[in-house]
């Protein structure tokens, strides 16, 4: 759990960047065209995780770039043959200058880039679950190149060296081209075939483009982007420049004795929570009431909470299992600072997303062209959103090297969101991502060990 906070610096160099492209001639050039569910994320910054692993060997620098980074970019080919739309690029329509298509042509390539950490015994400090300072973080995440300005990447790799502890793999996506579901199937099916020695057949599930699934909702898309013409604010205009402030991210666990005494508490509250809260559920409402108070926000002030449903399932006809795409709907649930409170405030919390999860379940598209403006209108409000799920089961991603020590969502310091994982040391339990303004982060540390020790 979270602690005091650390000072070290992560400074990088470079070693080796490579282009990585399928195999010659193994895909043909081809444009898919954006769903709804895809398009939404067009202007969104991208998504970027961090995997740490602990090497089985004490490598150093030169011993992991020849016997480790080739097997890695070979592997990496073959995954993007399987994965193709990953090395193309965002271009608008050939058809309509306003719609977007995923463009592939033979060739293409992802930058995967090798660097070495300079400070190999902050390792075991990154991979903490104490508040970690961003400017330590960041020097981990790739970048995705400015190329052609017409054809803009979607993926960027970098593999940075601890020398004699591990490696960070850290990714940079763009979301338009997949949701989490897909991102995280294409990171375990490269380490599956990395594992494997380079043998691609060890990918059982080979991903679906086919947009048809979830309907192109041609319509819907042309008023989204008719809307976002209207409300797009004019470049050049004034903002009022922002204070300097470090900012820090931690990890909190809740354990599953925890959720049980959680849900025990819900459960009892008479509240409407449904016959059995899910863990997501006690979760969020949880961090929620936290949030609340380390945010210091008034009794009398709406506080927002903002979260996406996987419609793979709820959606008619359901989509299939191997769709590799966006097919995530958003959920706003509000109440005020006075309700989320104390004990009571988790009770209301978990109802509020109950009741709110429970209108989008009879009607998953019902408000799907607010989705976007809802979230634009709730950004000055602190609205507490939430990016990732225990569901993807990120610490089962296998390389070979024994489950990741650590997986970070650095983005979420992007929109003032939370990150959600399984917890990798229980079955059972979750592990949360929550980063800001240090004084903040402390303040929520306190406030999430006392509500704990108080269950």
């Not at 809740?254 to 059995?276: F, M, P, W």
């Amino acid at each position: 759990m979270a602690g005091a906070t650390t000072t070290t610096r992560t400074a990088v160099r470079e070693i080796e960047r490579l282009r990585v492209s399928p195999p010659p001639g193994s895909v043909s050039s081809t444009d898919i065209e954006l769903s709804y569910f895809d398009v939404i994320w067009v202007g969104v910054d991208p998504v970027t995780r961090l995997f740490f692993f602990r090497l089985p060997d004490a490598l150093s620098t030169h011993e992991f770039r020849y016997s480790h980074f080739p097997a890695l970019a070979e592997a990496l080919s073959l995954a993007l043959e399987i994965f193709f739309p990953l090395a193309g690029r965002l271009a608008s329509s050939p058809d309509d200058p306003d719609d977007f298509v995923i463009s592939y042509v033979d060739g293409d390539s992802v930058p995967l880039t090798l660097a070495e950490s300079a400070s190999p015994e902050h390792f075991e400090t990154l991979i903490g679950n104490q508040m970690r300072g961003v400017e330590e973080l960041h020097p981990l995440v790739p970048v995705l190149p400015a190329e052609e300005p017409d054809r803009k990447p979607l993926l960027a790799l970098q593999v940075t060296v601890f020398p004699g502890s591990g490696v960070c793999l850290g990714i940079a996506v763009h979301h338009a081209v997949a949701d989490g579901t897909g991102t995280v199937g294409f990171v375990k099916s490269w380490a599956s075939i990395f594992k494997a020695g380079g043998d691609a057949s060890v990918v059982k599930t080979i991903p679906s483009f086919d947009r048809a699934v979830v309907g192109y909702l041609r319509q819907l898309k042309r008023d989204f982007v008719d809307l976002m013409k209207r409300v797009a604010t004019p470049k050049g205009a004034d903002h009022e420049p922002a204070q300097p402030v470090r900012l820090v991210l931690a990890t909190f666990v809740l354990t599953r004795s925890h959720l049980e005494k959680l849900r025990d508490l819900v459960s009892s509250s008479g509240r409407d929570v449904g016959a059995r809260p899910s863990t997501f559920q006690l979760t969020y409402a949880y961090t929620w009431v936290c949030a609340v108070e380390a945010r210091r926000l008034s009794e009398r002030e709406t506080v927002h909470a903002a979260f996406v449903a996987d419609l793979r399932t709820r959606v008619r006809p359901p989509v299939p299992d191997n769709f590799f795409g966006n097919c995530i709907g958003a959920i706003f649930a509000e109440g005020s600072g006075a309700e989320l409170s104390g004990k009571i405030g988790i009770a209301v919390g978990s109802e509020l997303i109950h009741r709110a999860t429970r209108e989008a379940e009879k009607d998953p598209m019902r408000d799907a062209l607010s989705w976007v403006t809802g979230l634009m209108e709730r950004s000055s409000k602190r609205v507490l959103s939430v990016a990732g799920s225990p569901r993807l089961r990120v610490y089962e991603t296998d390389f070979g090297w024994g489950p990741p020590m650590k997986v970070e969502i650095l983005s979420i310091l992007n929109g003032g969101a939370i990150s959600l994982a399984e917890n990798r040391d229980e079955h059972g339990g979750v592990e949360i991502g929550f980063g800001g303004p240090q004084p903040e982060v402390e303040l929520f540390a306190s406030v999430f060990q006392e509500g704990l020790r108080c269950l």
